[in-house]
């Protein structure tokens, strides 16, 4: 048996207790917004709050389930402003064409004429976001 007859010990401290954290429903919902505040801030999102990578996409898909209560009103899908470009008159070109691009809170993209009947792509896309 060792007898420790050296200086006495006045002062212990405890620098990390280890062990698993809990985050709220609406702390998680926090964390996933504030990844896709920016382009590739997934891993820097990540490291902030001590989780992994994996930890945090599997939120951000648990998020897009709502599987952590309503999303907020912003809603996670961020808006693109694109500078008009000017039209070319030509067979492709012609007065009123155009295609709309929508983007499901699931990723899911539907790109549709302009002529399209609303309340068929309206079907659609509630269609697609039930889909996982």
Known sequence: MDIYT????SRLEIVERGGRRRFSGEAKLRIVEESYSGRRLGSAT???????RSQLNDWRDAARAGR??????????PAVIVPEVAATSGPLMTEGSGRIELVTTNGRRVIVDHSVDVEAVLRIVRGLETLR
Not at 6 to 9: F, N, S, V
């Open 6 to 9: 050296g200086t006495p010990i």
């Open 68 to 77: 952590f209560g309503p999303v907020s009103s912003a809603g996670f899908v």
């Open 46 to 52: 990540a490291r902030k709050y001590g989780i992994t």
